[in-house]
Every structure is written in C-alpha cells, then in structure tokens.
C-alpha cells in the first residue's frame, strides 16, 4: 500500500520517516487549535496577544502538516515555509518569555522553547527542514 | 457541592491506571519493532485494538459520572482531551496500515507516548483545585 511515486532510495516526503512527522505534526495541530480555540472561546480578554500567537502556531502546524502530506513541489515549499516560520516563532517566543514574561501572561506553545510541551515544538522544524533537506531530489 | 476531588474522579482509578500502563508497554513493543527494522505486526495492532477499547471504556465512565450530576473543573478542555484521547489509537491504526515499514511501527510508539500524557491532563482537568 506504499503509495509513494519518488525513484527508489529517493522517498518523498510524505512516506517513510516523513509519514512519522506528519503524524507528530497532526497531533501538535489537534493539540494547539484545539486549546487556542477554547482559550479564545472562554477567556480572550486575559491574554490576546498570547491567544492569538497559539492560534497562529496551530494553523502553521495544520498547513505544515498538509504541506508535508502533499509531498510534491509545491507542498514542499509550503513545508519549508511553515517549518522556517515554526523555527523562528519558538525560538523569538522563547527568548521573548524569558527576557519579558509579562509580554505572554498565559501559555503559549511556543513559550519557554516550548517547555511545555517537552521541547517538541523546538525539535519538530529542525526535524522538518532536516527531512525536507534529505528528500530535496525527491520532487523533481 | 463538589465531592473529594482527588478521590472522586471517574478518571482517576483503576482503568485510567490501565490505559496509562496499556500504552507504555505498546510503545515500548513498537519502539523494538522500529529498532530492529519491523513494520507493525499483529501484537501492535492487537495492542491499540485493546488499548481503545480500554479508553472508550473509560469515556463511557466518565460520561455516566456526568449523568449522576459530577462535573468536570474544565468541562471544555476535559471534553477536548476526552474526544482526542479515543481518536489516538485508531489514528495509530490507519497511518499504521498506510505505512508498513519500520516507521510505521516509529508512528505506533510515538502515539502511544502521547496517550498516557492525554490521561493524565484530563484527570487534571477533571480535578482543578480552586477553579
């Protein structure tokens, strides 16, 4: 049921390893929409900016996710887009919720690297770019 | 009127305890699965068969403690997690059959590792202390 079209030894990027992290990168979607939307729903008013930055990471991780899934050039390319935008955002959030907590009163996905989350979400799009690195022959 | 939190919980017990144990010993199964190169075998599917049985038992008390009127602390993240919680092994279980190499076996152990974190954060928003 191996549905990958890639040269063998060239997998693409949704097979393999990469089935792997789009499954890590389904529950990160579940997970940060899910708690956005309930922080949004019920209480906005004590944390937007904080809210709002989950909602954001939850839709680059939907995006990410799909991006990986479509595997072929244009998926790729939205994958780098959203693991880039995902490397920048833990690592800007977590220098941020460090150097000035008050800037984030609650938790974001992104705060302390991540530390809430086991520090996956500092790991996941260095393993992202990684992979999209090692299938870039895979597309053409 | 809320009952002794930490004791009164209809997640908290026995099956819960299960669920969590369930589960670590089908990552672990599955992460020497993927180690030693082996797609998923039939243990593993056995395994999340079992393993959302157990859960869906699990919702199903829950469900019947909010028929006799308790209530959860966070009655909107507990509903979250209960809802993702049952999805998790048949997720395991569908990218599980679509990928029958070592990484599918990678797949079922990294759901499996979520799943007791699921457990245990809705027992923590069953029971919150000073809601």
Redesign the interface.
């Known amino acids: ?3 990958t079209d890639a040269p063998a030894g060239r997998p693409a990027t949704n ?3 990469g ?2 992290l ?3 990168y ?2 990160f979607a ?2 940060a929409t ?2 956005a939307g ?1 922080q949004i ?2 209480r906005f008013d004590e944390a937007p900016v904080a809210y709002l930055l989950s909602a954001l990471a939850a839709l680059v991780y939907i995006v990410a996710a799909v991006g990986l899934a479509r595997a072929g050039h244009a998926g790729r390319w939205v994958a780098l887009a959203c693991c880039s935008v995902e490397l920048v955002g833990v690592l800007g959030v977590g220098v941020l919720s460090l150097a000035d907590p008050g800037l984030f009163p609650d938790e974001t996905v992104w705060s302390g690297f991540g530390s809430g989350y086991g520090y996956i979400p500092l790991v996941l799009p260095v393993l992202g770019l990684l992979w999209l690195w090692r299938t870039r022959h895979a597309a053409r | 009127m809320t009952s002794a939190a930490s004791t009164g919980s209809p997640v908290d017990g026995i099956l819960a305890t299960a669920t969590i144990v369930l589960s670590l010993v089908l990552a672990l199964w599955s992460l020497v699965a993927a180690v030693r190169h082996r797609p998923p075998d039939r243990p593993q599917f056995v395994g999340l068969a079992v393993l959302e049985c157990a859960l869906l038992a699990l919702a199903v008390v829950a469900l019947v403690g909010l028929g006799e009127g308790e209530r959860p602390g966070e009655p ?2 507990f509903f ?1 997690y209960l809802v ?1 919680l049952v999805c998790l092994p048949p ?2 279980w569908v ?1 599980a ?5 070592r ?2 076996s ?2 079922v152990c ?2 499996c590792l ?1 799943t007791p974190v699921v457990v245990v954060r809705l027992q923590q928003t069953w029971a919150v202390v000073g809601g």
Do not use: Q
């Open positions: 049921m191996a549905d097979s393999g390893p089935r792997l789009i499954a890590v389904l529950l579940v997970a899910s708690r309930l729903a019920t | 909107g993240a979250g993702t997720l395991a990218l059959r679509m990928e029958p190499t990484w599918g990678a797949i990294a759901i979520v």
